[in-house]
């Protein structure tokens, strides 16, 4: 028998560290090449690590929540041979041996017996009827188990039961709320909050009265902190704002939705913004670029992959619509929902969530009007778009009602001018003003 460590390999797109997110196996269990060990969670996206070879694992290389840079140990396995984690085994491992007993525990050491399958252990008595495991992303089991929650008890209140990080601080709350009340009075030698602060002890979430806590800041949540931090030191943002006459657009838009469904496609505005964002790029190919620090370059992309912006319950993610100036209308909103829902399950690939070009965000779709969108570096552009609405407007001198949206168009000012981010916001408002533009000026379409 020998031991080998398993390190955090290259993960890709200038990602040199990631955070522990969940662990699927402990020290002392067996596991099989290939088998999934843990969660990690990058500046971009939730990815599984599986084991390199067939073995024990011996010792986790991090705790859940703290942070693994490339090549640190990730585990340590016991394999038989000594086949290194790094390198290809020619031969198909062998099955591994009993983990051997240690010097402070209490069971007898495993029986060597001949190749065949295991006996099974006598299982210990379990319910007849366990419960359902709770709908939860990584996030929020991780923080229930950091807080000794059963996530059984918490009530959901996302789609279909859910249970989001809210829920557990509103479980954490209502329980201190409780346990406080039934504590026995505080000796008049105890410090006044002694009490209250002890209601709930955890290492990563303080309760300092029933009405406040402390949530670790964690997975998809920090990694968007640090992003958006790195973003404001880094870029001077300057953004652009118009209204936008779309009663033409939703006259298309009603017109093609049918002829959409029948093609089994869904057919949105995002889809409609998406398509005039693309053509614009077109004719404003600065936008479409990013900035080469190190040498002093900037770097013009021949190619449009498109970012969109997608809410999730752990954060704002981007997954990317690649060669979006060569797909047909149905194929965009095709490939738009595709991504978009990807991301929302937690089931885009770091491939899905790496590599746009330019990003595209509807803060409409949740009331917004205006907004100040931040750009996605490495990108140097970004368009937001505001909720749908009946307005005001005056058309041939008369007020009248027409449907309108808001467009705000943010650039890093560093290599974008005003007057070029003004020439681009005003050629995708005609754009969407003028929706035929959108069959006659697109490609193929």
């Not at 041996?97 to 495993?110: L, T």
């Not at 909720?387 to 007020?399: K, S």
């Not at 974008?416 to 069959?439: S, T, V």
């Amino acid at each position: 028998m020998s031991t080998t460590t398993f390190n955090l390999p290259d993960l890709g797109d200038g990602i040199d560290q990631a955070e522990v997110i969940e662990w699927k196996v402990q020290p002392g269990d067996p596991v099989e090449e290939h088998q999934v060990l843990l969660e990690v969670q990058t500046d971009k996206a939730m990815v599984e690590l599986p084991s390199p070879v067939t073995g024990i694992l011996l010792e986790h290389g991090a705790a859940e929540g703290s942070m693994l840079k490339t090549n640190d140990v990730v585990a340590t396995f016991e394999v038989e041979g000594a086949v290194a984690a790094d390198a290809p085994a020619d031969p198909a491992p062998a099955a591994p041996a009993p983990p051997e007993a240690s010097a402070g525990d209490a069971s007898p050491p495993a029986t060597a017996v001949a190749p065949g399958p295991a006996p099974q252990a006598a299982a210990p008595a379990e319910p007849a009827t366990p419960r359902p495991r709770p709908l939860a992303a990584p996030t929020v089991r991780k923080l229930a188990r950091e807080l000794d929650i059963n996530l059984a008890d918490v009530a959901g209140t996302g789609p279909g039961g859910r249970v989001l990080l809210e829920d557990v601080e509103a479980h954490v709350s209502s329980t201190a709320s409780t346990t406080t009340a039934s504590q026995p009075t505080t000796p008049a030698d105890a410090p006044a909050d002694e009490s209250v602060a002890a209601t709930v002890q955890t290492t990563s979430m303080i309760t300092a009265s029933p009405d406040s806590t402390r949530i670790p800041l964690r997975g998809l949540r920090r990694a968007i902190s640090r992003k958006m931090t790195e973003t404001l030191r880094t870029v001077p943002h300057v953004t652009g704002m118009l209204e936008v006459d779309v009663t033409d657009a939703k006259a298309l838009l009603a017109e093609l939705r049918p002829l959409a469904e029948s093609e089994d496609v869904r057919l949105t505005w995002g889809t409609l913004f998406a398509a005039a964002t693309v053509q614009s790029l077109r004719k404003f190919p600065q936008l479409n670029a990013y900035l080469d620090v190190e040498n002093d370059e900037i770097v013009q992309h021949h190619r449009i992959h498109l970012g969109i912006a997608t809410a999730t319950d752990d954060g704002l993610l981007v997954p990317v619509v690649r060669d979006a100036d060569r797909l047909s209308l149905l194929e965009l909103a095709s490939e738009i929902n595709r991504v978009s829902q990807a991301a929302r399950d937690r089931k885009a690939t770091q491939a899905e969530l790496t590599g746009s070009t330019f990003t595209v965000t509807n803060y409409g779709a949740v009331g917004g009007w205006f907004g100040t969108p931040m750009v996605n570096l490495p990108e140097i552009g970004i368009v937001g778009f505001g909720r749908i609405e009946d307005r005001p407007a005056v058309r041939d001198g008369e007020i009248v009602v027409r449907t309108m949206t808001a467009l705000s168009h943010t650039v890093d000012h560093r290599l974008i001018d005003g007057a070029i981010n003004a020439g681009f916001g005003d050629d995708l408002r005609r754009r969407l003003e003028e929706p035929k533009r959108l069959i006659l000026g697109g490609r193929p379409w």
